[in-house]
């Protein structure tokens, strides 16, 4: 029925009237797949991070990870779900329904952990709110950061959190069990696509951040994958 292919990770998605979800590598070796749902599944798409994926079927929407995991279901009662585009930033999608409505989804909710970090994300109406928490038994924090412009993604890593808008990247350093709040700010000229974080470095570079790097348009695959929860919200239109 429909397949999408993830530049960034390299990985194919495919439905068909067996009513599953696929995820394929580019050597056509399954990876993955859905248990059957009642309904044949009519749509699938990458988000442009390649971080998660939307599934469109008759009155369902459901959002998963790369791995396959559903962890968001919505049941617009729309008919079915024929088409499904993201939003250059992977924040939001529209799907075409058989009744000649459109479904708008926008991800909420958005969470990541790092080993005993996590992350969560509240967006409000005019700015986003990131909370950032270390729970472990050696060290305990609480951190509020406040973003005036909406936060598109954000990663944990070794060293520190890295935020990224439409218009700035923000890198927060880890000191000694301690997040610093000041963090490196940077202007972008474009929107990002995707954060890649290095996960470990030569002896020489011990002492040193690791690097980051905000990609735009690449082609690269993610060498870190950090665990991410997301839900949708879901809002329906007429087309014109």
Same mark, same amino acid.
């Given at each position: 029925?429909?397949? #999408?292919?993830?530049?960034?990770?390299?990985?194919?998605?495919?439905?068909?009237?067996?009513?599953?979800?696929?995820?394929?590598?580019?050597?056509?070796?399954?990876?993955?797949?859905? =248990?059957?749902?009642?309904?044949?599944?009519?749509?699938?798409?990458?988000?442009?991070?390649?971080? =998660?994926?939307?599934?469109?079927?008759?009155?369902?929407? /459901?959002?998963?990870?790369? !791995?396959?995991?559903?962890?968001?279901?919505?049941?617009? @009662?729309?008919?079915?779900?024929?088409?499904?585009?993201?939003?250059? #930033?992977?924040?939001?999608?529209?799907?075409?329904?058989?009744?000649?409505?459109?479904?708008?989804? !926008?991800?909420?909710?958005?969470?990541?952990?790092? =080993?005993?970090?996590?992350?969560?994300?509240?967006? !409000?109406?005019?700015?986003?709110?990131?909370?950032?928490?270390? @729970?472990?038994?050696? @060290?305990?924090?609480?951190?509020?950061?406040?973003?005036? #412009?909406?936060?598109? #993604?954000? !990663?944990?890593?070794?060293?520190?959190?890295?935020?990224?808008?439409?218009?700035?990247?923000?890198?927060?350093?880890?000191?000694?069990?301690?997040?610093?709040?000041?963090?490196?700010?940077?202007?972008?000229?474009?929107?990002?696509?995707?954060?890649?974080?290095?996960?470990?470095?030569?002896?020489?570079?011990? /002492?040193?951040?690791?690097? =980051?790097?905000?990609?735009?348009?690449?082609?690269?695959?993610?060498?870190?994958?950090?665990?991410?929860?997301?839900?949708?919200?879901?809002?329906?239109?007429?087309?014109?």
């Amino acid at each position: 029925m429909c397949c #999408d292919w993830s530049p960034v990770n390299n990985l194919v998605l495919s439905c068909g009237e067996d009513c599953r979800y696929k995820i394929w590598d580019l050597y056509g070796r399954l990876l993955f797949a859905s =248990t059957p749902i009642e309904h044949v599944i009519t749509s699938v798409s990458w988000a442009p991070h390649g971080k =998660t994926f939307a599934v469109g079927a008759f009155n369902l929407l /459901k959002l998963c990870d790369r !791995s396959g995991w559903s962890s968001c279901c919505e049941t617009p @009662n729309t008919g079915s779900l024929f088409q499904i585009s993201w939003c250059p #930033d992977g924040t939001c999608l529209a799907a075409a329904t058989g009744s000649g409505e459109v479904v708008f989804g !926008s991800i909420v909710g958005r969470t990541v952990t790092y =080993t005993t970090m996590e992350a969560s994300l509240d967006e !409000s109406e005019n700015t986003s709110s990131l909370t950032v928490r270390e @729970n472990s038994s050696t @060290n305990s924090f609480v951190e509020e950061l406040d973003f005036r #412009d909406a936060v598109i #993604d954000f !990663s944990l890593h070794q060293k520190g959190l890295v935020v990224v808008t439409n218009y700035q990247v923000f890198i927060y350093s880890l000191n000694q069990g301690t997040l610093n709040t000041t963090p490196q700010v940077e202007d972008l000229k474009e929107p990002p696509t995707m954060i890649v974080s290095a996960e470990g470095a030569a002896d020489d570079d011990r /002492k040193k951040e690791p690097p =980051t790097m905000i990609v735009r348009r690449s082609r690269r695959r993610s060498s870190m994958i950090v665990s991410g929860v997301y839900r949708l919200h879901v809002e329906l239109g007429f087309a014109p």
